[in-house]
C-alpha cells in the first residue's frame, strides 16, 4: 500500500488534511506530531479506527526518529504541516520557531535525501516532499497588487522568516540533490478545529463567554481568507499533479479587514445565539455581540495588507476554492459552538486566550 507520512497531522490544517486523505485516496497515512500545545489528538478522535491510520509521536527536528519512520513505513510522499504557527508567539521566542520550521525540515529534507538513494529510480521520481508555507513569506502589501509565485521574499516576522528560509531549502534540496520538492504558499485560513489562539476562533469564544473581542491597532489590516478544506484540496492537487522544484500560491480573492471578520462573526452570532438567549450577554444588558469589540495595541511589525494571486494553480492544476467567505464563517461559527468539549479539551495545558507577544524587548 502506498504510504503518506503527513507531519503536524494533529494539528488545524494537518487534521484537515488527514481526514481528506482518507477519505479521498486509497493511501496508508501516517500523521508523526510532536503534540504540542497546538496539537491535540482529540482533532483526530474518530479517524484513530480507521484501518489506513497511524500515529507517531515524534519531533520534526529529530534525525534518528525520523530515519526510524521512514525505514518503518517506506513512504511514497511527504506532507510537511509540522511548524510553529502563532505570529505573537513567534515575538516572544522565536527559538522555537527556528528549531522547528527551520532545522526541522532540514531533518526532513535530510532524512528524504538518504532514504530515496536506497530506492528504486522509478520510486525516486514518483516521490514527493510538499512543503506547506505561507504567503507571510511574501512580506506586506500596499493598497494595490498581489502576490504571484514570483514575488521576492521579504519577511517581517520570526513566524514569516523562519518558514521563508524553509522555503529556500526546499528550493536548494531541488537544484542541488534533485529531491522532488513541491511549496505551496496559503493565505489564512479559518474553519474546525483551529486553536483558538487565532483570530477567528478566539472572536468566537470570546464572543460566546461574553468577553471583550480584541482588535489589534486600528481593525484595517487586510488578510485574504481561505476555508481550510478548500487549502487541504490545493495540497492534494499539487500533491496529484504538481511539478517538482514549482511553487504554488493558494488563496480565495476573500480579502477583508480584521474588523469586517469580526463583523461577520458578530452578524452570525446574533442570528444563531442571540444575546437575550445567551447568560454571558444578558448579565452585561448588552444586545448585540458587536458591542465586545475592543480596539488594543497593535502587534510590533504588523504587516498590513495580503493578497494572493492564485491563478497558477488554478490555471495548472485546475484547483478552485468551493466555499465562500460567508458560507464558511457560519459553518465555522456554528462548528465552534457545538464543538465546545473540543474547545475545553485543547485550552487544558497553559493557554488561556491571553494576550501573548507585547512582552519582549524592544531593540
Ligand atoms: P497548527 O499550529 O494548528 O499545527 C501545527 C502542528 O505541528 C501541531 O499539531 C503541532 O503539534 C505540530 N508540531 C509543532 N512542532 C512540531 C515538531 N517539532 N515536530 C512534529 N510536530 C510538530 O498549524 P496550522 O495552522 O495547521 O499550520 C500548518 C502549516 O500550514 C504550517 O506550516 C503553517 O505555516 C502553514 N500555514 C498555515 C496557515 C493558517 O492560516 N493556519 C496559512 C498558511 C500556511
Same mark, same amino acid.
Given at each position: 500500500m502506498d504510504t503518506l507520512i503527513v507531519t503536524g497531522g494533529a494539528g488545524f490544517i494537518g487534521s484537515n488534511f488527514v481526514r481528506l486523505a482518507l477519505n479521498e485516496t486509497r493511501r496508508q497515512v501516517v500523521v508523526l506530531d510532536k503534540?504540542? =500545545?497546538?496539537?491535540?489528538l482529540c482533532s483526530l478522535d474518530e479517524l484513530a479506527r480507521h484501518s489506513r491510520f497511524v500515529f507517531e509521536r515524534a519531533d520534526i527536528s529529530d534525525q534518528s526518529a525520523m530515519e526510524r519512520v521512514f525505514s518503518c513505513y517506506q513512504p511514497s510522499a511527504l506532507v510537511n504541516l509540522a511548524a510553529e504557527t502563532h505570529v505573537d508567539r513567534s515575538i516572544e521566542n522565536p527559538r522555537p520557531f527556528i528549531e522547528t520550521n527551520i532545522v526541522g525540515t532540514y531533518v526532513l529534507l535530510e532524512t528524504t535525501r538518504k532514504y530515496l538513494k536506497t530506492r528504486s529510480t522509478r520510486k525516486q521520481t514518483r516521490f514527493r516532499f510538499l512543503q506547506v508555507s505561507t504567503d507571510e513569506v511574501y512580506g506586506t502589501l500596499g493598497p494595490a497588487g498581489r502576490f504571484s509565485e514570483a514575488t521576492p521574499y521579504v519577511p517581517n516576522s520570526p513566524y514569516a522568516a523562519s518558514k521563508a528560509s524553509a522555503d529556500h531549502l526546499m528550493r536548494a534540496y531541488f537544484s542541488t540533490f534533485g529531491v522532488p520538492t513541491l511549496v505551496t504558499n496559503c493565505s489564512n485560513n479559518y474553519g474546525p478545529f483551529q486553536f483558538p489562539e487565532k483570530l477567528i476562533p478566539l472572536m468566537i469564544l470570546n464572543a460566546i463567554e461574553g468577553m471583550s473581542l480584541p482588535i489589534y491597532g486600528d481593525g484595517g489590516n487586510i488578510r485574504d481568507w481561505l476555508y481550510v478544506e478548500d487549502h487541504c484540496r490545493g495540497i492534494m492537487a499539487v500533491l496529484k499533479k504538481g511539478k517538482p522544484g514549482e511553487k504554488y500560491n493558494i488563496g480565495a480573492g476573500n480579502e477583508r479587514t480584521n474588523l469586517q471578520i469580526v463583523d461577520g462573526i458578530c452578524r452570525c452570532l446574533d442570528k444563531v445565539l442571540p444575546p437575550s438567549e445567551n447568560p454571558a450577554m444578558q448579565k452585561q444588558g448588552l /444586545? /448585540? =455581540?458587536?458591542?465586545l469589540k475592543t480596539l488594543v495595541p497593535d502587534r510590533p511589525g504588523h504587516d498590513r495588507r495580503y493578497a494572493i494571486d492564485a491563478s497558477k494553480i488554478r490555471k495548472e492544476l485546475a484547483w478552485k476554492p468551493r466555499c465562500d467567505l460567508e458560507t464558511g464563517l457560519a459553518k465555522t461559527v456554528c462548528w465552534y459552538i457545538e464543538n465546545r468539549s473540543w474547545c475545553k479539551q485543547v485550552q487544558e495545558g497553559k493557554y488561556k486566550r491571553e494576550r501573548l507577544g507585547l512582552d519582549f524587548e524592544p531593540h
Open positions: 503534540l504540542t =500545545y497546538a496539537g491535540n /444586545s /448585540s =455581540y458587536k458591542q
